[in-house]
């Protein structure tokens, strides 16, 4: 077993985190065979890597994620945030992201109420897919109640567009793979600050929000937007909200469920943004007065 120390203390989440050993990479070479396409096509590709990662709480394992074996400690802190978990980010007391022969565990220490209310969540969900919910035993459980945000403007398409036309830059290994989600902050102008890649785009959503919550902390997402090159569902905009998020900007489409989530939490939310054109579903200045989608 290889160990990443990773420990971290309430206050000390803008710290570095120091690793003794290298997690596995996010890629790797294999080799292929390529037929038909361009004569002499290379006989090598580089393809993502997807690991079991388990989220430990105070020694109990509370759910595995497929991921790609990168930003995991921000991976931990923003799911734990997202997935209400924790209600603040110094309710974790400790991290550590341990390689096993399995996967990948991070191993967190969270303060007592968090845990006892997570004991009993536990009870209600058994598993987690890339589309949503499984095995949750209870309709009541499926949704929780979203946050409602801070008023905002929402964005002007001229620097939504900025921030989209930038995107791709900031997916390395995207470019490299194919097989990748990115999810991105952008300031009120458009300029793309940070951007993380997933194999999974809830992954790649709560590693952004880890990330911007432990080095800008209670600012992380004053006056600007989240990105993100994947659809928007009801749980990309309920993690937005917990957050305090204000617009989502999508690059597919979002479902009707999204939509009504979005609005009640009072949040703008954007998709189909693509060159030159996107489209405001629901507005955090100026809520639609038409019917909300059924």
């Not at 923003?78 to 022969?101: A, C, H, K, N, Y």
């Not at 191993?107 to 536990?122: K, P, S």
């Not at 990309?236 to 690059?251: N, T």
Request: hydrophobic share 40%.
């Amino acid at each position: 077993m290889r160990r990443h120390s990773n420990s971290q203390g309430g206050a000390a989440m803008k710290a570095p985190h120091p690793q003794a050993q290298p997690l596995p990479p996010d890629g790797c070479e294999v080799p292929v065979e390529v037929r038909g396409g361009i004569a002499g096509a290379p006989g090598r590709d580089v393809v993502a890597e997807e690991v079991p990662v388990a989220m430990v709480y105070n020694g109990i394992s509370h759910a595995v994620m497929m991921a790609s074996p990168s930003d995991l400690a921000d991976f931990g802190l923003g799911f734990s945030l997202t997935e209400g978990i924790l209600d603040r980010p110094e309710q974790l007391f400790g991290l550590e992201v341990q390689t096993v022969e399995e996967g990948i565990s991070i191993d967190m220490h969270i303060a007592g109420d968090c845990f006892a209310r997570l004991r009993e969540q536990r009870r209600n969900m058994t598993g987690r897919t890339g589309c949503g919910l499984c095995g949750t035993d209870s309709l009541a459980h499926a949704i929780r109640p979203i946050q409602r945000v801070p008023v905002q403007p929402v964005p002007p398409d001229d620097k939504v567009q900025r921030a989209l036309a930038s995107l791709r830059k900031h997916q390395p290994l995207q470019a490299q793979t194919g097989a990748t989600h990115g999810a991105a902050w952008c300031d009120a102008d458009g300029r793309l600050l940070q951007a993380l890649e997933d194999v999974g785009r809830h992954n790649a959503l709560d590693k952004l929000i880890g990330a911007r919550i432990r080095h800008h902390g209670a600012a992380a997402f004053d006056n600007g937007f989240a990105l993100i090159s994947s659809r928007a569902s009801f749980e990309m905009v309920q993690k937005c909200a917990s957050v305090g998020i204000r617009c989502l900007v999508a690059v597919s489409a979002p479902t009707a469920l999204a939509i009504r989530e979005a609005r009640a939490a009072g949040m703008t939310l954007i998709g189909f943004a693509r060159p030159g054109r996107h489209v405001i579903y629901a507005r955090g200045d100026d809520q639609f007065s038409e019917e909300t989608p059924e």
